[in-house]
């Protein structure tokens, strides 16, 4: 389970927390993920100014959020993959994938919510 993620460019180092020999837990670097492959040079600009941010993460799907001169990038950690988000800036991503709302599936259930919601209401 990743807990922490870096980057000091051109690499994005990967941590998280385990327990060590006498059972007190401490930080372990488990990858090391080499940028410039998957990055357009315009998104590493200066090597030594810190423009390059992990903003976020998907647990579920193993997805890394990066901001970069560039723009936003996503790097899919179990394919390697980046692919490009958008242009804009961002200071953080909390991403999700779904929502369990029960009671709200009932209420569309209805035909009077369904009604409503395909502007088809009652009619005199």
Do not use: Q
């Amino acid at each position: 389970m990743l807990l922490f993620a870096s980057v000091l460019k051109p690499r994005l180092y990967l941590w998280s927390m385990e327990a060590g020999p006498r059972g007190a837990a401490g930080w372990a670097r488990r990858r090391v993920v080499e940028l410039e492959p998957l990055l357009p040079p315009r998104a590493l600009l200066d090597m030594s100014d810190s423009d390059v941010w992990a903003v976020g993460f998907a647990e579920g799907v193993s997805v890394i959020f990066l901001e970069t001169p560039a723009g936003l990038y996503t790097i899919a950690l179990n394919s390697g993959r980046a692919n490009k988000v958008g242009e804009w800036s961002i200071e953080k991503v909390m991403p999700y994938t779904s929502f369990c709302t029960r009671a709200f599936r009932r209420v569309l259930a209805s035909d009077e919510a369904s009604r409503a919601l395909v502007g088809g209401g009652t009619t005199a």
